[in-house]
């Protein structure tokens, strides 16, 4: 008989702050923006984070050396052309399906990840996102809270 190991989830430690951001910008002009607000150096990830074989959502990340932070710019959205096969008047008319990063948070267009060790690095980080002119607003949210939160691990 074999010995069965299981991890809990008290092993997973969530050293990271999970920001929400809403903008209506396209994922690399938001990337731009954060690139002059924060000073910054985001660049695409070679790979997408990748849900399912037809889910996938584009990361941005950045490497703060000289804080010793880890940033991820992820979106919360993303959209699927399906291709139906139909018999009516929309027969020619493709059909897309939007789905979500976090669905508890749908109305968030973007998340930024921050693995770090000073946490008063988050108000600071928050204050600059609400001043920049692109973003509508950011705000910290609770990682412990989310039931989402396995897809946040990447």
């Known amino acids: 008989m074999m010995a069965i190991h299981k991890i ?3 092993f997973y430690e969530d050293s990271f702050t999970l ?3 809403h903008s209506s910008l396209e994922d690399f002009a ?7 607000c924060l000073k910054s150096n985001f660049k695409r ?3 997408d984070l990748e849900l399912s074989k037809d889910i996938s959502f584009p990361i941005f990340e950045w490497r703060d050396e000289h804080n010793d932070n880890y940033w991820t710019l992820i979106a919360n959205n993303s959209t699927q052309e399906e291709s139906l096969v139909r018999n009516d008047l929309f027969a020619n008319e493709p059909s897309f399906t ?3 990063l976090v669905p508890e948070y749908r109305d968030a267009d973007y998340f930024l990840k921050i693995e770090h060790d ?3 690095l988050e108000e600071q980080v928050v204050k600059q996102l609400q ?3 692109k973003i509508i607003t950011a705000y910290i949210l609770e990682v412990e809270q989310l039931k989402s939160k396995n897809n946040l691990i990447f």
């Open 8 to 10: 809990t989830d008290d």
């Open 19 to 21: 920001v929400a951001l």
């Open 30 to 36: 938001i990337v731009y923006a954060l690139n002059l």
């Open 45 to 47: 990830a070679i790979q």
């Open 98 to 100: 939007k789905y979500n």
């Open 118 to 120: 000073d946490n008063s």
């Open 131 to 133: 001043a920049t002119p």
